[in-house]
């Protein structure tokens, strides 16, 4: 029974009222399950926490009050829905080196996937190293977790698809499981980057794409912003535990990383870059966050949004 | 006991030919998931079967490998107190053969090979002309192409893996996992190609039609071990009291080397399959201390037709013994003079031997981390093409005439098809021969010794008339994106359009050729640009000194912001070390 969670955690007379208007009209309509998609969730309404920022616990800890904080995974996954998770697993480089999004933090929201009960589960990313999977840890702990790795490295699994929105990356060769499941979670860590100054959710769309030659060739920073509309995240997670904050994206050793222990989730995948960007001291400066804010994509003004900052210790 | 010594033989070959069959093929997703499933710590060293080769043992020794140099000591004992175990048990080029005068005999079970005398001036011309070509330093032109597990190594990689792609690919096409996964196919060239298939069409061609007849005539390591096998401690010999002269030990020879006539064995051509003991039901051949086989070499009552008469019988002695006391082999004077001849043709063919390095393109010509020059590298390398078969990227291509004749299949850096992992030296982890030398990967703060990361195997060069950057006033960044070392970082600067970007700038002295960049690098050919690319000469002024594009003809222009060339001999690079970053936003707990 799907809908069920949902009645669970109404919090207030608002989202209450709204419910039993769809309750209501359940009774016309045959596809319950697609109404319930639609209806807005309860904690969208207005007041409720846009984003959540959670400090000094484990990545784990911080990965579930984070999400419960958004109104739960059941929120999020219903059961049989298929589920992509797209961590950054860019570099063959061990968790230490925080190139790629720690295991514990990908292995944590497998868990939650599972345990709200997704039918399939799949991770994976356009990695730019060979051996990425197995070097990051990260397949070892989703195959453990009950996820799927899924290989990004074969041309043929990408389809093409127009963005409309686009202003200058209009058409791309997007993985076909991106495109056909029923809830997209991004996870990267928070990195400097040469090129793009930042690496948060927004360039963590670049590992969706089969071209990325494309993006540097036609101004990185509006085609990153344009990648966004090829599917917006539902759950942006953003592990800022050990962000890089110099010589990124890959790094040279641990000493490029500083200890933050801080991780953050919301809806608006704008919002979170804005708040990473603000991490890194860059807030404001980072162009394709802007943009996305001009484009609509999402609210960058942090001071208009409801924040919920916790610490865990 | 016979018959488990045969059986032994056969199952200590399958294993050694899979296993190395495997090292060559492991690369391949298919592949690589039977192993794990098999044992993946034992397969995952497979490729040390390369080391345990007779060629590549041997040059690792003159090169000062101890490792190398107690391998092949072993297989000079293990020759010397076994015989040629070495060719039916270790050379995977033996057991190919082997594997295809099976099928032969499994196909035509009635046709069977008859002993032959020996031909001692074509193995012996072969040896002497090799030799001397190596003392002369022509080792690079000739021992590639003639040492057995290299003709392997170069069959499985370049007609084997393209196969077993094909069927992982159509494999992997119909399945939805992370481990059976679709690899791109390379192909070596035409020449290549046709080259290494002409060579195992000769070695297949000889040995279906005459069993070990490569090994026995051509093979300059079959010569060798056939000369330390002559003085072998067990060997094969007839026990005249039990053999009944039936023939069916000579009708499972594939070396041709029973003279059931004399009852002799040449040792010297016989690999130890011990196929004629498991054929012998009279217990008339057997496996012995050298002392019981040499003597009575001809029949007592069973010879009758050949051996009847005295003088029949002191003639076979006669014979027999002329063979024994001449090891080399050498006793006719044609063998000699036409030796003589052939030496006499190396030297005169080492007279052009090839000025090479001065006139190759140094962008295609970049070496692996530890090859140190290019003459020393070309000189000790077999062109097995092992490193290229498990370089995990796949940047290590089979040379064309890039490297020159010399080179010719050699492993070179491609950075068009990928570049060089920063923490990865599997190339030199898997040759054999010492052409890679090992070296440590990560260098630790002041630590003086060359490691692989401080390896310079080539230097980049920026050319900002072709950056995205400075030609459209992008932001782009991808080459310093995935440097490795830091040598190209950004910087900022003010664009034509009063915007502020981030620019590439290179510190060579940082850089160690890995490619990631020129690799990475957006800027291609392909589209015609919008802006005469000459404006923008001269912007190049601050980083570049000078530009190679300049000199040449109708100015061509860089294809790519970044190219790669390659430094000869390779350098010991700086590394950069950085104290623990700073946080940013120091202690405030959310800086929003």
């Known amino acids: 029974m ?46 409720a926490t846009d984003l959540v920022a959670v400090r000094d616990g484990s990545r784990a800890d911080m990965v579930k009050k984070a999400i419960e904080e958004l109104g739960g995974i059941k929120n999020f996954v219903k059961p049989d829905q298929k589920v992509v998770i797209k961590p950054n697993i860019g570099w063959n480089k061990g968790p230490e080196f925080g190139s790629n999004t720690h295991p514990e933090t990908v292995g944590a929201i497998v868990a939650l996937c599972k345990e709200a009960g997704a039918k399939d589960i799949v991770v994976f990313d356009h990695c730019c190293h060979d051996g990425a999977y197995e070097g990051s840890g990260i397949k070892e702990v989703v195959e453990k977790m009950g996820g799927r790795m899924v290989t990004g490295a074969d041309q043929k699994l990408y389809k093409e698809v127009d963005i409309p929105q686009g202003k200058k990356l209009t058409k791309a060769q997007v993985h076909q499981d991106v495109l056909d499941c029923d809830v997209f979670i ?31 060739k036609n101004d990185l920073h509006q085609c990153i912003a344009d990648s966004v509309y090829i599917r917006k995240p539902d759950l942006c997670i953003l592990d800022a535990y050990m962000p890089m904050v110099r010589n990124g994206p890959v790094g040279k ?19 979170i870059d804005a708040a990473g960007a603000a991490l890194l001291n860059q807030a404001g400066k980072i162009r394709h966050v802007q943009l996305g804010e001009e484009m609509g994509i999402g609210c960058a003004n942090l001071s208009k949004l409801n924040i919920k900052r916790l610490s865990l210790s | 006991m016979t018959t488990k010594l045969k059986w032994m033989r056969i199952i200590l070959a399958g294993i050694v030919f899979l296993c190395l069959s495997y090292a060559f093929l492991a690369r391949i997703p298919i592949i690589e998931q039977m192993g794990a499933h098999l044992s993946k710590p034992l397969l995952e060293e497979a490729s040390w079967l390369a080391h345990i080769q007779f060629i590549p043992s041997l040059l690792g020794s003159i090169h000062g490998v101890w490792l190398s140099i107690a391998l092949f000591s072993g297989i000079f004992l293990l020759t010397l107190l076994f015989g040629r175990v070495y060719c039916s048990v270790i050379c995977p080029l033996g057991i190919t053969q082997d594997i295809l005068y099976w099928i032969r005999s499994w196909i035509t079970p009635k046709s069977w ?23 002369i330093g022509f080792s690079a032109y000739s021992l590639n192409w003639i040492d057995p597990y290299s003709i392997y190594g170069r069959m499985m990689n370049i007609l084997v893996q393209p196969g077993v792609s094909a069927i992982n690919n159509s494999i992997a096409g119909s399945m939805d996992s992370a481990d059976i996964v679709r690899v791109p196919a390379y192909h070596a060239g035409w020449l290549a190609l046709g080259i290494v298939s002409a060579t195992m069409l000769i070695v297949a061609i000889m040995s279906i039609w005459k069993g070990r007849l490569y090994c026995n005539t051509i093979c300059p390591v079959g010569t060798v071990l056939g000369i330390i096998s002559r003085f072998s401690l067990f060997r094969i010999g007839f026990d005249k009291d039990a053999c009944k002269r039936c023939g069916k030990c000579l009708k499972a020879c594939k070396a041709q080397c029973l003279d059931l006539k004399q009852g002799t064995v040449d040792s010297s051509r016989c690999v130890a399959c011990y196929n004629c003991m498991d054929a012998c039901s009279e217990h008339g051949i057997k496996y012995r201390w050298f002392t019981k086989v040499n003597k009575g070499a001809s029949f007592g009552k069973a010879c ?11 003639m076979a002695i006669e014979e027999s013994k002329k063979l024994l006391p001449d090891p080399w082999g050498l006793s006719s004077r044609r063998a000699f003079l036409g030796t003589a001849a052939l030496g006499v043709a190396s030297m005169a063919l080492s007279s052009c031997k090839a000025q090479g390095a001065a006139v190759l393109d140094p962008t295609k010509t970049v070496l692996p981390p530890g090859a140190g020059n290019l003459d020393r590298f070309l000189d000790t390398c077999t062109a097995c093409q092992l490193c290229i078969a498990t370089c995990p990227t796949r940047v290590l291509q089979p040379s064309g005439l890039e490297l020159g004749v010399k080179g010719f299949m050699k492993p070179r850096m491609d950075f068009r098809t990928k570049y060089c992992l920063y923490d990865c030296h599997r190339c030199a982890e898997v040759c054999p021969t010492g052409a890679i030398q090992k ?5 630790e703060p002041k630590e003086t010794i060359q490691t692989k990361d401080t390896t310079r195997i080539a230097v980049a060069s920026f050319y900002p008339c072709r950056c995205l950057v400075r030609r459209e006033d992008m932001d782009c960044g991808a080459c310093t994106e995935h440097c490795p070392t830091k040598a190209l970082y950004t910087v900022p600067y003010i664009g034509s359009d009063g915007q502020e970007h981030r620019i590439p700038r290179l510190d060579p002295d940082l850089c160690i050729g890995c490619g990631a960049c020129e690799y990475a690098c957006p800027v291609t050919t392909e589209k015609e640009e919008a802006g005469d690319f000459r404006k923008m000469c001269g912007s190049c002024a601050e980083s570049v000194g000078i530009c190679d594009f300049k000199k040449q003809k109708g100015r061509k222009k860089p294809d790519r912001a970044i190219i790669i060339r390659a430094v000869n001999p390779q350098q010991h690079a700086k590394k950069k070390f950085e104290e623990k970053a700073i946080d940013p936003v120091g202690d405030v707990d959310f800086p929003f």
């Open chain 1, 2 to 47: 799907s809908h069920k969670p949902s009645f669970i955690i109404m919090t207030n007379r608002r989202s209450f009222i709204k419910k039993t208007v769809a309750v209501g009209a359940v009774a016309a309509v045959s596809d319950f399950d697609k109404l319930l998609a639609q209806t807005p969730a309860p904690q969208q309404a207005k007041g």
């Open chain 1, 186 to 216: 991004t996870c990267p860590p928070l990195k400097h980057h040469s090129g793009s100054e930042m690496t948060a959710c927004m360039k963590n769309a670049m590992g969706i794409v089969w071209d990325r030659g494309a993006f540097h």
């Open chain 1, 253 to 271: 050793d641990k000493n490029d990383l500083v200890e933050r222990k801080t991780l953050m989730a919301s809806r608006d995948i704008v919002a």
């Open chain 2, 113 to 135: 090979l008859r002993y032959r005398k020996a031909i001692p001036f074509v193995r012996y011309a072969v040896l002497i002309l090799l030799a001397l070509g190596c003392i």
């Open chain 2, 304 to 314: 009758k037709k050949t051996c009847e008469s005295p003088k029949n019988q002191e």
């Open chain 2, 439 to 443: 070296m440590k990967i990560t260098a």
